[in-house]
């Protein structure tokens, strides 16, 4: 069975205590992980290119002499080298360079054949080649393997060399694909058409030819999004069939909070509170996904989705990722119900965050225990063991990309099967939210309220930062507030001079007769609380900060924010930032100063000048960072997809997902002797699966 080949990489010839060192450190430690090792691209010889045919710009792959080699420590850094050698065909020449890879300089003797792979400039007018990937053809002793049309390239660290890892998968799949078992039913891969495992595996390390690779490569990805798609539909099944809190809808709470909203209410959010009031009045548990672009008006509807909950006598939990979050929004809902009353009672609200002291924590832990406060709001702080509630009857976490699944879970395990609400900023393509948050209802903002004016971007060279400042010191004049906002509080070699402090101080000096504050993370709470009100009061007109700004801060006169070091930000992270300027009636500006230096900076930036809509901007962000980045380790199980990307294969994605429905409406929990290995499968490539079963 599958455990045969789940074994260590020790017991493969040529391996010694050395290399299972090295190997694990590319993350491979068993005969399994080898073989779903999957190359990164492949050297295609039967598109070899002549170097007079060569196309700047493009990944092309040569064959060539070497004519001379260089070699040196670079000027700039020590101990950084590079490896520099001329290679020549009939046609033509080109240089290529290794940076790092000092070794390097033992290959490449002058004569030496080699087929060289990789991206072509023009440098100092000549052609280049930079980290070619390469192949040595004389004195191959692996002729065969290394010499085919087509060979696989692997991600290497220094000590593995590709001829070696192409040498042991070899040796891995000849010996241990007999064992090999396929965890996708026989039927289902007749039906689409899949190959089986053992071919896959060994077609796409080493394809016989394109055709077979792409054959290869679709079956690998069609079983990853299956197996991926799994667990989630199992969660999702288990929670309808859960009972859960049967919520008063239109009660007298809910009622009077109607009525006394300070605006009208826009129709995307009318539409997802019915979504939200059919969920709570039912009898499943809710578990629903509110997205919703920055400023698009979140937080009322969860407010009064908690008033839902005040209506039948039970409390609500509102967690969020920081304390400045936690305490405007501690502020503000405190105000809105302020003049409501129920039974001759007030609606309480109560704030838990980790700077409170003691007694103060203490009393809140009381009160929530005996049931007299009926809304709490917090951070992480509310995951804690002391924390206990009466009855709690709803959970809602705002922000939810800043917490973990496990944290996630925790909250609601604070009551008795509790309906939950999650927020996000970060809206995703309809065919990748179903596949992230398949356990997940979604229910979707897409408008924001009337009246808002999209910021305007600019864009400023470094060199020019003072005509940036210049321009913000004009709309102050005119009564407005600024943000400032530096990537780092401290200067830092790999960051350059903006740190917040230096900004800060500069600052000063440069809008002289204003008041300018400085706030992030390091500083004590109540000096973080003391800035943050003296902004919202005006007292302060510049606020230099950190990213502490980037969850939720609402002060409707800033309309002006400066961003030091744009290019250092991720794309979501901008459009979040931006977002903070976007709320009231002047015409907001925000200032980007940046020098993008890699493809993908510039790709960032450009996007964040060109679109203001959120849907685009995170579907662009996704494209740039690819899935698993975008979404962060810890948080998905994307991370484990190791060649199907839902972007490009939306198809092949509904179609695996079609197919786990199905298997799971006939087998819900696996247990048909056709679906074993499957289940086998799953347990070993998502080493998860059984603590997301667990999960409530
Ligand atoms: P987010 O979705 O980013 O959490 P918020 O809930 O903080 O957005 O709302 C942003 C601002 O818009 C707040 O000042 C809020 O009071 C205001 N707002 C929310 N809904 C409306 C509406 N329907 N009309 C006008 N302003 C609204
Ligand atoms: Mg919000």
Redesign the pocket.
């Known amino acids: 069975m599958q455990e045969r080949y789940n074994i260590s990489l020790r017991y493969l010839k040529g391996v010694g205590p050395k290399k299972v060192k090295l190997l694990n450190r590319l993350g491979l430690k068993t005969i399994e992980d080898l073989l779903y090792y999957f190359p990164r691209r492949y050297l295609n010889r039967s598109k070899l290119i002549p170097i007079s045919q060569i196309k700047e710009g493009e990944y092309q792959a040569i064959k060539a002499r070497v004519l001379a080699r260089g070699d040196r420590e670079s000027w700039q850094r020590r101990g950084f080298s590079i490896v520099e050698a001329a290679f020549g065909d009939e046609t033509g020449k080109i240089y290529c360079v290794w940076f790092n890879q000092p070794y390097l300089k033992n290959y490449f003797k002058p004569g030496i054949e080699a087929v060289l792979y990789g991206r072509v400039e023009k440098y100092q007018g000549r052609l280049q080649m930079v980290q070619a990937e390469f192949e040595l053809l004389s004195g191959d002793k692996d002729a065969v393997l290394n010499l085919a049309q087509i060979v696989p390239i692997y991600g290497l660290i220094e000590g593995i060399s590709q001829r070696y890892l192409r040498k042991l998968i070899k040796h891995a799949l000849d010996e241990f694909i007999p064992r090999v078992c396929d965890g996708l039913p026989y039927a289902l891969r007749k039906r689409h058409n899949l190959l089986n495992l053992a071919k896959s595996l060994i077609y796409i390390h080493f394809p016989p030819d394109e055709n077979l690779q792409q054959e290869a490569y679709r079956r690998l990805a069609f079983e990853e999004f299956f197996l991926y798609q799994i667990p989630i539909l199992m969660r999702k099944m288990r929670r309808v069939q859960k009972k859960g809190l049967v919520h008063r809808v239109d009660g007298v709470i809910f009622n009077s909070l109607m009525q006394n909203l ?5 129709a995307a ?1 009318e539409r997802v509170l019915l979504e939200i009031k059919k969920d709570m009045g039912a009898g499943s548990v809710m578990q629903r996904l509110l997205q ?10 969860a407010f009064l989705a908690s008033c839902i909950a005040f209506d039948g006598g039970y409390q609500a939990a509102f967690m969020v990722p920081t304390e400045i979050l936690a305490k405007q929004h501690y502020e ?1 809902i405190k105000y809105q119900v302020s003049n409501i009353k129920y039974q001759d009672r007030k609606i309480k609200i109560g704030l838990l965050v980790s700077s409170l002291g003691k007694k103060e924590k203490e009393k809140i832990y009381r009160e929530l225990k005996e049931g007299k406060v009926d809304l709490i709001i917090g951070t992480h702080a509310l995951l804690e063991e002391k924390t206990k509630f009466k009855n709690l009857g709803l959970v809602i976490i ?1 922000e939810q990309h800043k917490f973990g699944v496990g944290q996630r879970a925790l909250l609601p395990k604070k009551g008795s099967s509790p309906d939950c609400l999650i ?1 996000t ?1 970060t809206p995703i393509p309809r065919t990748l939210s179903m596949t992230i948050y398949g356990d997940l209802d979604i229910s979707t ?1 897409d408008r924001l ?3 808002r004016i999209p910021p305007q971007t600019i864009l400023y060279s470094p060199d020019k930062r003072k005509e940036a400042y210049k321009f913000a010191a004009e709309k102050i004049k005119t009564g407005r507030q600024a943000y400032i906002v530096c990537p780092k509080i401290e200067e830092s070699e790999s960051f350059g001079k903006q740190s917040a402090l230096e900004v800060y101080r500069q600052a000063q000096e440069e809008f002289r007769g204003l008041k300018v504050g400085l706030v992030h993370a390091r500083l004590r709470q109540v000096e973080q609380d003391k800035v943050m009100s003296d902004f919202k009061e005006g007292k302060i007109n510049i606020l230099v900060a950190t990213t502490v700004l980037e969850v ?1 801060i ?1 002060v ?1 006169n800033a309309s002006i924010m400066l961003i030091e070091q744009a290019d250092y930000f991720g794309l979501t992270q901008l459009h979040q930032l931006r ?1 903070r300027i976007a ?1 009231g009636v002047h015409q907001p500006y925000c200032l980007l100063i940046a020098d993008p230096k890699t493809d993908e900076a510039k790709e960032r930036i450009e996007a964040i000048v060109n679109l203001s809509d959120g849907f685009k901007l995170a579907e662009e962000d996704l494209k740039i960072r690819g899935p698993g980045e975008f979404f962060g380790r810890r948080q998905h199980g994307l991370s484990d997809l190791k060649i199907a990307n839902p972007l490009t294969q939306m198809h092949l994605l509904k179609e695996a997902m079609e197919e786990a429905k199905e298997l799971l409406r006939l087998d819900s929990s696996l247990t048909q002797q056709q679906n074993l290995s499957l289940k086998e499968a799953l347990k070993k490539r998502f080493p998860e699966y059984e603590e997301l079963m667990a999960v409530g």
Request: charged share 30%; no cysteine.
């Open positions: 300070p605006f009208k209410l826009t959010q919703g672009e920055v400023g698009s008006g979140k937080t009322i509807v503000r705002d927020m900023a903002l309220p009337e009246g939720g609402d409707a977002g709320r």
